[in-house]
């Protein structure tokens, strides 16, 4: 009698926790539906080659803001990348006493800091100086919010690598140095890719830290130190306006900045399931 | 174990037992590229610690005019009027802790949940895709599930929940009021979506790092799935999972596109959750690149800076909690 009602308790919870996981997964599909169902029936032709047309003409696409998020995410790369990939690598391979410790921390803390902080510092930074919105701007805003998943991924990653590499290199007296950046961090470049897909993906649909710092822009970009359109500030802009044309196109852009994203996120998962699933 | 000293988990070296790692760290590297390297990668992690030191002394800097203007008082004032320039902070702090607090009311249970529930009981082939599909709704862009929210979840719950809510516990001033649709329930509810799954990812973390000896010991003792999981996963990864939640918690202070799109955005305190209500984070994306004098400003970047401050103590709180278990673990394991 016990064991039965203990045996029950067990189904009950493990039906309850399988509840909750469909629940957390839920919300996934239904977005994902809804905006298959919306965003199907406006995405054209047009929706990828046209700039957006001005208010009350109908048509017109986000040409500019798909290029514009693409030329951001590009400088957030070349800002937040080799930072962040040098500084996974200190973490993993310093034997400094403090210094390590503090950056790991503050690493994982700016990864809490709300994105819309970074916009309103990358603000007092990069345009107030300049007196102007800049792509500048918002690749440097985007980089920093990059920087500590790059950090965190590669440490990760290099950790991996096993120590009987670098012993066994080092014994044929090669530098350290060599050791690290041409047998230590090739080793780990599988890893690391995946780390920096996944910063590039969760960047791509930053919108908070554009509002002031790209700005968003309804032309086609004009250089770099001006302002640039990017594909959440159009969605934005476009979900909270009051036009059932704009709202359709929203929602054809959520629906390609979601396809970017999970094109990105699988093709890091694919990437790992080849070489380092065994090792983690 | 070359480099002990980083990870700080090493247990303390006596004199006895030397490292390598330790003699190398003393001698001065022989080799003109060694030093090279090592200063650049000293300089990656410097350039962290001083971004970080930047950022809290830019915002202050910036803050500084509201700051000497109101004090104390931008903290317990609610007046928000920029034409005045009387600036206080109430109403955005109040929706910021009411959105996040309702948003984890909902997320705790289905993040936990979801995590014992991968880390523990589910089949095993359902694992791994699982907790893919768990990434994924984290993926999922801010504004996007905005759109969502205003076009689908808003009309639905202004035809159907907060008409039923209101008839049902509508004694309570929780749900009285008209149903707009957009408000603090709908921020909630959108929180709530956004922060689970990174409840349930560090949550996940923090069970598979409880060591298997522990569930042996209770499965060897004729427990069940469920009670192992009870009396010796849950207990021993409890720090941890406080350090799950509280990540889910400073996630939900700073969120700011999906909130922005539907909670309202009217400064009031109100005490239904069908009013709408204006958030720290949301009223500086509506209002920081029309903030015309450099008090508006301030006060504005202050609310930044307060946003920031929290943020940084709830999530270096939650990480010194998740590490406590991870770290242990790590240690034990090398």
Redesign the interface.
């Known amino acids: 009698m016990k064991a039965s009602a203990?045996?029950c308790?067990?189904v009950a919870?493990?039906a309850?926790?399988?509840?909750?996981?469909g629940?957390?997964?839920l919300?996934?599909l239904?977005?994902f539906g809804?905006?298959m169902y919306?965003g199907v029936m406006a995405l054209n032709v047009g929706f990828f080659t046209q700039l957006p047309k001005p208010v009350g003409e109908v048509g017109g696409g986000m040409a500019n803001a798909i290029v514009g998020t693409l030329i951001l995410v590009s400088l957030a790369a070349c800002l937040g990348l080799p930072?962040g990939i040098?500084?996974g690598?200190?973490?993993?391979?310093?034997?400094?006493?403090r210094?390590?410790?503090?950056?790991r921390?503050?690493?994982?803390?700016?990864?809490?800091?709300?994105?819309?902080?970074?916009?309103?510092?990358a603000?007092?930074?990069a345009v107030l100086p300049f007196r102007r919105f800049s792509a500048l701007a918002g690749g440097f805003a985007l980089a920093?919010i990059m920087?500590?998943i790059v950090?965190r991924t590669s440490e990760e990653l290099v950790r991996l690598v096993p120590?009987s590499m670098?012993e066994a290199a080092l014994a044929l007296g090669i530098?350290?140095?060599?050791v690290?950046?041409r047998i230590v961090l090739p080793t780990a470049r599988a890893g690391i890719i995946t780390g920096v897909m996944v910063a590039v993906?969760?960047v791509?649909?930053?919108?908070?830290p554009l509002?002031?710092t790209a700005?968003g822009n309804r032309f086609w970009h004009q250089g770099l130190d001006q302002p640039i359109a990017a594909l959440?500030l159009q969605?934005?802009a476009y979900?909270?306006s009051p036009y059932d044309d704009w709202?359709r196109q929203?929602?054809a852009g959520?629906l390609v900045?979601?396809g970017m994203?999970?094109v990105v996120?699988l093709a890091a998962?694919v990437v790992t399931s080849g070489r380092f699933t065994g090792v983690r | 174990m070359p480099n002990a000293l980083a990870r700080g988990t090493g247990g303390p070296v006596t004199g006895l037992s030397l490292s390598s790692a330790d003699v190398r760290a003393r001698a001065a590297p022989a080799n003109l590229g060694d030093r090279i390297l090592r200063v650049v990668l000293r300089g990656a992690a410097l350039s962290l610690v001083l971004l970080v030191v930047g950022m809290v002394a830019e915002m202050l800097l910036r803050a500084t005019p509201a700051i000497r203007a109101f004090g104390f008082s931008f903290l317990y004032t609610s007046t928000w009027d920029p034409v005045a320039e009387r600036f206080g902070a109430v109403p955005f702090v109040f929706g910021t802790l009411v959105s996040s607090l309702l948003a984890l009311l909902i997320a705790v249970p289905l993040g936990l949940g979801a995590a014992i529930y991968l880390a523990e009981l589910a089949p095993r082939w359902m694992r791994s895709p699982m907790a893919f599909l768990v990434e994924l709704v984290a993926a999922v862009p801010s504004v996007v599930y905005g759109l969502w929210g205003i076009f689908v979840l808003a009309p639905l719950l202004r035809t159907w929940v907060q008409p039923a809510l209101g008839k049902t516990l509508g004694f309570l001033p929780l749900f009285q009021g008209p149903p707009y649709g957009v408000g603090m329930l709908a921020a909630g509810i959108i929180l709530a979506i956004m922060v689970v799954p990174f409840i349930t990812a560090v949550g996940r973390e923090v069970l598979l790092a409880v060591p298997n000896t522990q569930r042996e010991a209770a499965l060897a003792l004729g427990a069940t799935r469920w009670e192992t999981t009870r009396i010796a996963v849950l207990r021993y990864g409890r720090s941890g999972l406080i350090g799950a939640i509280l990540l889910g918690l400073g996630r939900a202070l700073g969120e700011t596109m999906a909130v922005t799109m539907v909670i309202g955005n009217r400064p009031e305190v109100a005490m239904s959750l069908f009013a709408p209500g204006y958030t720290m984070a949301s009223v500086i994306a509506n209002e920081f690149s029309e903030a015309t004098s450099d008090l508006y400003l301030a006060a504005l970047v202050e609310i930044g800076l307060l946003l920031l401050v929290v943020t940084v103590i709830v999530n270096g709180f939650a990480r010194l909690l998740v590490w406590s278990v991870g770290g242990a673990v790590k240690a034990a394991r090398e």
């Open positions: 203990r045996r308790v067990n919870m493990s309850a926790t399988a509840l909750a996981a629940l957390v997964v919300p996934l239904l977005v809804f905006l919306q930072l040098l500084g690598l200190y973490l993993a391979e310093s034997r400094d006493r210094l390590p410790w503090i950056a921390f503050l690493a994982d803390v700016l990864n809490g800091v709300p994105s819309i902080v970074i916009g309103i510092f603000y007092g930074v920093i920087l500590p950090i120590s670098r530098p350290e140095w060599k690290l950046l993906a969760r791509a649909g930053e919108t908070a509002l002031f700005f959440p969605i934005f979900a909270i709202h929203a929602w959520a900045l979601i994203v999970f996120s998962r």
